[in-house]
Nanobody, 118 residues
């Protein structure tokens, strides 16, 4: 069973920075794509950023220019570096892994809370 464990969330002031980590129970290269999504209260889950096995990245509009996704296969870890945080970034952030072989398999972590507030 694939497990994804997020960490690094917390309370940060507006304008601050935070780095989230997602440790995966298998090599991140075994997945076609890794990503971060977030869900604020009363809102749908939305894309933050994804990274493919080949290193191609994609960002949601709210993350462009402020967040950076990266992966370290030696540590089986995917990171999300967040800068210039805004109150509207407050949400539960979820790590996601997608494997596409004969069938598409999608895995989620339990989420980590990020609160941006003064």
């Amino acid at each position: 069973q694939v497990q994804l464990v997020e960490s690094g969330g917390g309370l940060v002031q507006p304008g601050g920075s935070l780095t989230l980590s997602c440790v995966v129970s298998e090599s991140i290269f075994s997945f076609n794509r890794m990503g971060w999504y977030r869900q604020a209260p009363g809102k749908q889950r939305e894309l933050v950023a994804t990274i493919t096995r080949g290193g191609t990245t994609n960002y949601g509009d709210s993350a462009k220019g402020r967040f950076t996704i990266s992966g370290d296969n030696a540590k089986n870890t995917v990171y999300l570096q967040m800068t210039t945080l805004k109150p509207e970034d407050t949400a539960v952030y979820y790590c996601n892994a997608v494997r596409e072989a004969f069938i598409r398999q999608t895995y989620w972590g339990q989420g980590t809370q990020v609160t941006v507030s003064s």
